[in-house]
């Protein structure tokens, strides 16, 4: 059974950079058939994709965030991470973690969330 | 690239059908026949209702189906029941090799 399980730090300071973790059990990270996306989820809003990567190190990211995010991905721990630069109250959300099937370009499995709030 | 155009809210009666719709553009939704469409409860992460446009993932009941013309997808409910009672978001792969979400619709069972 594939699980996806984010950690990080649940309070960031404002212009810092915020860095979540995405660990992957029961299917490997380097397997061909998966990207590794993350999205992400204001109080109360809509969800709001921010990118993924491919265990090659192929990353796409929305155009909206490209100058602030990066997507890495470790196999030898079988994890990816999100580091997002210059945080602001706006970046406050709930992070999700999510493996995106190359062939219905579909996120299937999803983590269960992690709360971010950026705030002094 | 711009949020895909759902309604704010669809209502229904118990086993009434409804339909909610998911506007893009000829570079998303028109393009591909990758729409995807998530149920969401209050605290709980998204699950996968309908990919490709009209294919449900095992396990989804099939009261839950999908459609497209052109650049608008749409998500029918039949046989509406108290649990489908949530917020539904609707996501497609664009020409960018992107994805984007619409803003989401929440669904009230009467």
């Known amino acids: 059974q594939v699980h996806l399980q984010e950690s990080g730090p649940g309070l960031v300071k404002p212009s810092s950079t915020m860095s979540l973790t995405c660990t992957v059990s029961g299917v490997s990270i380097s397997s061909g058939s998966y990207y590794w996306s993350w999205i992400r989820q204001h109080p109360g809003q809509g969800l709001e994709w921010i990118g993924y990567i491919y265990h090659t190190g192929s990353t796409y990211y929305n155009p909206s965030l490209k100058f602030r995010v990066a997507i890495s991905v470790d196999s030898s721990k079988n994890q990816f991470s999100l580091n997002l630069k210059s945080v602001t109250a706006a970046d406050t959300a709930v992070y999700y973690c999510a493996r995106l099937n190359i062939a219905h370009n579909t996120m299937r499995v999803w983590g269960q969330g992690t709360t971010v709030t950026v705030s002094s | 690239q711009s949020a895909l155009t759902q309604p704010a809210s669809v209502s229904g009666s118990p086993g009434q059908s409804i339909t909610i719709s998911c506007t893009g553009t000829s570079s998303d939704v028109g393009a591909y026949n990758y729409v995807s469409w998530y149920q969401q409860h209050p605290g709980k992460a998204p699950k996968l209702m309908i990919y490709?446009?009209?294919d449900r993932p095992s396990g989804v009941s099939d009261r839950f189906s999908g459609s497209k013309s052109g650049n608008t997808a749409s998500l029918t409910i039949s046989g509406l029941q108290a649990e489908d009672e949530a917020d539904y978001y609707c996501n497609s792969f664009t020409s960018s090799s992107t994805f984007v979400f619409g803003g989401g619709t929440k669904v009230t069972v009467l």
């Open positions: 490709d446009v009209s």
